[in-house]
C-alpha cells in the first residue's frame, strides 16, 4: 500500500553531521492514527544541510525531500493505513548529487495507534508502584497493545514490570481510555515529567517575555537549559491525541513561587506555544491540583498558603476560559501528602474527559461547579444558596484524610456537623474575609444542583454582614468535598459574587 505523504521543512538551531533522530523514533515506537479522526503523524530529524532524504514505510513507497540549511526535514504521513501494523520504516540520507547513500535509519515494529503526551511535575512523574493499590493494579497491567515511553529513553512494551516505574497517571488514564472507548486499538504513552519544576521551566522564550522573567533565575538555579528546550521539544513535532498536565506544586512553595494571575499567563501561554509546535490545536486535558500540607483550623490561616489556594485558581481559571480545546480535571478531593496515592480516580476522571472532549463521546464527565450564588440575612443568621451546574447526584464525600490527627484537632470531624471550612466568604478584597469555623458556615441542605449554607452572623454593617463573595476549597487540606452522581468533585473556585 503507498500512503500520501506530505513534506515540509522545519527551522531549527543546530546542524547534526548526518542523519539525527530523536529518541522517540525507536524499535516498537506508536506512531499516532489518523483513525477517528486522529491528527497526522509526522517524521521529524536533522542531517547534513541540503541533504536529500529517502523514507520507505514498508514499501513500494520511496519518497525524496531535501533538508533546509540547517538540516532540518520533516515528512507527513497524510492518511494511516486501517492495518495498524506491524511496519519497519527505512530513512537513508543522501548527498545533494544523489550519490551514495551518506546514513541510513531503520526502525522496527512500528504500529499506529493513539499516542498520549503525559507532563508536569512530581504527581505526574509519581509511578505505579507506590499508589495504593499497586499490588492489584500492577497484577493485571500486562497490554500488548499498549506501549510506554519515558523521556530521554526509548519505547517498551507495558507490562507489570516496565509499568512499575511509568508514571501512574499516565498509564491509568490510558488503560481506562482504553476500557472506556479504544479497545485494542494500538496505544502509546509519553511520560515528560520532572519533579520539583516550575511551569516556568516548560515555557518558551516568549512565553517569558510575556509572562514575566522569573524562567531565568530559575533557569540559572538549576543550571540547566530550559524543560521546554530538553523535555519538551525534542517530542513535541510528534503527533497525539491529546496532552495531559499535571503540575504546580513547587509554584506553590520557597521553589518557585508566583501568584494566580502569573500562573494563568504561563499556563495559558504555555498551552498555545506546544499548539504551536505540533500545528494543530492538540487537546490538554489541565488537572486541578490536590490540597495538601496541613487543615487550617482557623481560616485567617488561610493568607499564610494563599500561594497553594492560588494556583489551584488559576488552573481554575484557565480551564473555565474560552481556551481552545482545554478541559479541566479536579483532584482537590484526593490529597492529604504532597503526593497523594490514589492515582487510579485522578486517571479515571481524566479518561472520562477525554473520551468526552477528544472522541465526542456522550458521557457524563463535567465537575460540578458554583453557577450562581444568592445570600439572604434575617435574624441574625446568614444564608447563601448556591446553584450547582453538573449538579445531578450531589453529596458530601470524605476525602482520605478526613480522620487523621489534624482534622481531629480542628473539631472538624470530616463531613459532619455541616463540614465548616470547606466553604469561605470574602468582603471585598483578599484578606477582608469571614472566619467559617468561628461562624459555624455550615452546609444545611444538599440536593440536586443545590446547596443551603448558613452562618450566625454577628459582625454586620448597616445591618447586613460585611460579605459580598464566596470560595470553595482554599483551605490547606480540607476534609470534606463537594461530588456528583459521578463520583466527580467540585474544583477549587471563586471568588463566587452573591
Not at 391 to 416: F, H, I, M, W
Amino acid at each position: 500500500m503507498i500512503w500520501p505523504l506530505v513534506v515540509t521543512l522545519c527551522s531549527a538551531s543546530c546542524v547534526h553531521a548526518h542523519l539525527q533522530m530523536s529518541s522517540i523514533f525507536s524499535d516498537g515506537a506508536i506512531m499516532q492514527t489518523t483513525e477517528e479522526g486522529g491528527h497526522s503523524p509526522v517524521i521529524f530529524g536533522q542531517s547534513n544541510a541540503s541533504s536529500l532524504i529517502q523514507i520507505t514505510i514498508k514499501g513500494p513507497l520511496n519518497l525524496t525531500t531535501a533538508a533546509d540549511s540547517k538540516g532540518n526535514w520533516r515528512v507527513t504521513v497524510k492518511e494511516t493505513p486501517s492495518n495498524p501494523g506491524p511496519y519497519n520504516i527505512s530513512i537513508v540520507e543522501y548527498p545533494p548529487s544523489g550519490d551514495s547513500p551518506l546514513d541510513t535509519f531503520n526502525m522496527s515494529d512500528i504500529f499506529f495507534g493513539d499516542v498520549y503526551f503525559c507532563s508536569g511535575q512530581s504527581n505526574m512523574a509519581f509511578t505505579m508502584h507506590g499508589i495504593w493499590n499497586a499490588t492489584d493494579e500492577l497484577a493485571n497491567a500486562n497490554h500488548t497493545n499498549i506501549r510506554l515511553f519515558k523521556a530521554r529513553g526509548s519505547w517498551m512494551p507495558c507490562n507489570n514490570a516496565t509499568v512499575a516505574s511509568f508514571s501512574a497517571v499516565c498509564y491509568l488514564s490510558g488503560r481506562d481510555i482504553m476500557t472506556m472507548h479504544t479497545g485494542s486499538r494500538y496505544m502509546g504513552l509519553i511520560e515528560s515529567a520532572v519533579g520539583g519544576t516550575g511551569i516556568q521551566l516548560w515555557a518558551s522564550n516568549e512565553t517569558e517575555m510575556t509572562c514575566g522573567q522569573e524562567a531565568v533565575r530559575l533557569k540559572e538555579n538549576y543550571k540547566a537549559a530550559s524543560l521546554y528546550e530538553t523535555m519538551v521539544l525534542p517530542y513535541l513535532p510528534y503527533a497525539v491525541r491529546a496532552a495531559f498536565w499535571y503540575q504546580g506544586e513547587a509554584n506553590a512553595d520557597e521553589c518557585c513561587p508566583i501568584g494566580r494571575e502569573d500562573y494563568s499567563c504561563y499556563m495559558e501561554h504555555m498551552i498555545t506555544d506546544w499548539q504551536g509546535v505540533w500545528g494543530y490545536k492538540v487537546p490538554f486535558v489541565l488537572i486541578q491540583l490536590h490540597a495538601w500540607g496541613y487543615m487550617v483550623c482557623d481560616m485567617e490561616q488561610v493568607l499564610a498558603n494563599e500561594l497553594e489556594s492560588g494556583i489551584r485558581l488559576a488552573q481554575w481559571d484557565v480551564g473555565r476560559r474560552n481556551i481552545s480545546n482545554v478541559a479541566l480535571v479536579s483532584a482537590v478531593d484526593l490529597g492529604g501528602p504532597l503526593h497523594p496515592p490514589y492515582k487510579s480516580e485522578v486517571g479515571r476522571r481524566v479518561a472520562l474527559a477525554t473520551v468526552a472532549t477528544v472522541f465526542y463521546q456522550d458521557i457524563k464527565w463535567q465537575y460540578p461547579y458554583i453557577r450562581n450564588a444568592t445570600g439572604n440575612y434575617t435574624k441574625g443568621m446568614f444564608s447563601i444558596e448556591l446553584y450547582i451546574e453538573n449538579g445531578d447526584g450531589l453529596r458530601l464525600v470524605e476525602t482520605p484524610t478526613c480522620n487523621q490527627s489534624d482534622a481531629t484537632k480542628c473539631s472538624v470531624y470530616c463531613c459532619k456537623n455541616g463540614a465548616p471550612g470547606m466553604f469561605i466568604l470574602l468582603g471585598y478584597n483578599w484578606s477582608s474575609f469571614y472566619n467559617a469555623n468561628a461562624y459555624n458556615l455550615q452546609v444545611v441542605d444538599i440536593k440536586d444542583h443545590y446547596i443551603r449554607l448558613s452562618m450566625l452572623a454577628k459582625d454586620t454593617y448597616k445591618g447586613k454582614p460585611h460579605v459580598t463573595r464566596i470560595l470553595y476549597q482554599v483551605a490547606s487540606e480540607p476534609f470534606c468535598s463537594v461530588v456528583n452522581g459521578q463520583g466527580i468533585a467540585m474544583p477549587t473556585q471563586g471568588p463566587i459574587p452573591f
